[in-house]
């Protein structure tokens, strides 16, 4: 927040603040009436359907032999993959020392924390009986089962949660001295509430110090663990041996689709952002071009290796590898995508 930006250095370090905090601390009715709609949208379109499934079962879902990923496990992936470029974004950027980052690398940094927790949520539903989610655990029970810690969803659960952990960390050490701005320009339960969380930050030497040392640590750790993660996701389906799937280009698929997708969730953010919040002196037309020339080089290579995952099939010329193509591609009703 504290910090200008490229294109707006005529615009004051209290300019900034006055406009974001105002953003946080004032609302009027079209803030509610969003808030009302988004929490009946939720309730008609999660709330009632999933209480529907655990009723009636997971059948619901068209989970069966052998589709036993379903729904759930696919908006868990793509989820995954919408968390990845925004703090891969942001500390690649970081590390650059790229100026046009400090308009958006906190808004991308949160979209990839609540990514994060929405794909975990996916994992709870698809568990069906989520009240029973402490079974999987490693625990002394009476069921005579223990975790099968060599199964490829175990990766996951280290990966994603070294992750959102990680993720976490980096989002949280970057607002500190954002969150003791905000605490020093309110009052009552908010001072208190934002005074907590910025851990009674004074903005010393010392304590930058520190911070520039702990978040340059975070960034470097975080850009090989967002590309090892949305790999270790791929193999829970390149492990598998269905055909079509068993493939090992499958990391590198994975890893450019996340950045693809969520290069393009960080664009739809800074749009709602900017016409919602009137940042248009913050989130200017250089921000798009950067962000719409990095989306056009992603699209690019996400197109190669589409065309290589099916050429590598192709070229195998097995009779099990021309079915499963030959399925995807003319029999299945999505294959007009």
């Known amino acids: 927040m504290a910090h200008q930006q490229q294109g707006t250095s005529n615009i004051s370090y209290r300019e900034v603040n006055d406009d974001v905090i105002k953003s946080m601390t004032e609302t009027g009715r079209g803030f509610y009436l969003v808030l009302a709609v988004c929490i009946v949208g939720l309730a008609l379109t999660f709330g009632l359907p999933w209480a529907y499934q655990i009723y009636v079962g997971q059948g619901v879902t068209g989970l069966q032999s052998p589709e036993y990923w379903g729904l759930y496990l696919t908006n868990f992936v793509f989820w995954i993959g919408i968390s990845h470029s925004g703090t891969?974004?942001?500390?690649?950027?970081?590390?650059?020392?790229?100026?046009?980052?400090?308009?958006?690398?906190?808004?991308?940094?949160?979209?990839?924390?609540?990514?994060?927790?929405?794909?975990?949520?996916?994992?709870?539903?698809?568990?069906?009986?989520?009240?029973?989610?402490?079974?999987?655990f490693p625990y002394p029970n009476q069921r005579e089962m223990w975790t099968n810690f060599q199964s490829p969803l175990m990766?996951?659960?280290?990966?994603?949660?070294?992750?959102?952990?990680?993720?976490?960390?980096?989002?949280?050490?970057?607002?500190?001295?954002?969150?003791?701005?905000?605490?020093?320009?309110?009052?009552?339960?908010?001072?208190?509430?934002y005074g907590a969380l910025a851990l009674g930050w004074r903005g010393t030497d010392r304590e930058w110090h520190l911070l520039q040392k702990a978040y340059t640590f975070c960034a470097v750790f975080i850009i090989p663990l967002a590309v090892s993660v949305h790999s270790i996701v791929s193999w829970d389906f390149a492990s598998s041996k269905i055909p079509g799937l068993n493939k090992t280009i499958f990391a590198p698929y994975f890893v450019i689709g996340a950045i693809y997708s969520g290069t393009a969730g960080i664009i739809t953010l800074m749009v709602i952002l900017r016409r919602a919040l009137k940042f248009e002196k913050y989130i200017t037309k250089v921000h798009f071009d950067k962000l719409g020339m990095l989306l056009v080089v992603m699209s690019l290579l996400w197109t190669y290796v589409n065309v290589t995952e099916v050429f590598t099939g192709w070229y195998a010329n097995t009779s099990y590898e021309n079915e499963a193509l030959k399925y995807r591609m003319f029999t299945t009703p999505s294959a007009y995508l």
């Open 88 to 136: 891969l974004l942001s500390a690649i950027l970081f590390i650059t020392q790229t100026p046009w980052r400090r308009s958006i690398y906190r808004s991308a940094e949160a979209m990839t924390f609540f990514s994060v927790v929405t794909a975990a949520t996916m994992v709870f539903i698809h568990m069906g009986r989520p009240w029973n989610f402490y079974w999987p």
């Open 155 to 193: 990766f996951d659960v280290f990966a994603i949660g070294t992750y959102s952990t990680s993720s976490f960390l980096f989002l949280y050490f970057g607002s500190i001295p954002d969150l003791a701005a905000v605490r020093d320009r309110v009052t009552g339960w908010r001072k208190r509430f």
